[in-house]
């Protein structure tokens, strides 16, 4: 099989695997090209990294050739690139991963990220570490991955948060500890470390203490 009939066939396997739906599952049996099968992942995206499809995918992009990985280029998908468009495939990268313009990177393994401009980052997986600088913003799903905000970068969900300067955070069940900020907005259980009076908004049971008891 070549490049395109063993992708193919991979991403049969894995929609069978998680019962994806039925329209994304037939745009990729009509798909005839590895840049037509990028823009159903793209078309599905959000589906893709929040399901076990995405798991999947992972552990088979560490088996397939890198030829097979060069072609995703001609679909706007990269894996483990430094990049300023296209969507970025965060998979176990031998060194830090930059990503600035507008961007998208997508962590599914412990990785170090950093952003500027207006690139976003989304993380679903623990161990990872995520800077942001700029206009850049990021989505968090796990409490044990740092995320470090600078300027006006803004960052939510769950994460072991710092912040810098004029970072906006909007934090829930994670920590946040605040070396300055433009606004923090903590819920659920969060913790907010800081000395500000202002700025700093605690719903539910999110709590804050002295910078000082950190």
Not at 150 to 158: I, L, P, S, T, V
Request: aromatic residues 8%.
């Amino acid at each position: 099989m070549n490049n395109f009939e063993k992708l193919k066939e991979i991403c049969r396997l894995a929609c069978h695997e998680r019962n994806a739906c039925r329209n994304g599952f037939d745009a990729l049996m009509r798909a005839d090209s590895i840049p037509q099968i990028m823009q159903v992942w793209k078309d599905n995206w959000d589906d893709i990294f929040r399901s076990r499809y995405a798991d999947i995918m992972v552990k088979k992009l560490t088996e397939v050739d890198k030829s097979m990985i060069a072609e995703f280029r001609k679909g706007g998908v990269y894996v483990n690139e430094d990049r300023t468009d296209g969507y970025v495939i965060i998979s176990n990268p031998t060194l830090p991963i930059n990503v600035g313009g507008d961007a998208r990177a997508y962590i599914f393994t412990a990785a170090e990220v950093n952003a500027t401009d207006n690139a976003q980052v989304y993380c679903r997986t623990a161990g990872a570490k995520i800077t942001l600088r700029g206009h850049s913003y990021c989505h968090c799903d796990n409490s044990d991955t740092i995320v470090e905000v600078y300027n006006f970068a803004k960052a939510d969900g769950q994460m072991q948060c710092h912040t810098y300067n004029a970072a906006q955070v909007n934090i829930s069940y994670g920590t946040l500890t605040d070396y300055g900020h433009r606004r923090i907005t903590a819920s659920g259980g969060a913790v907010v470390y800081s000395n500000a009076t202002k700025g700093i908004e605690l719903s539910g049971e999110a709590i804050q203490h002295p910078l000082e008891d950190v």
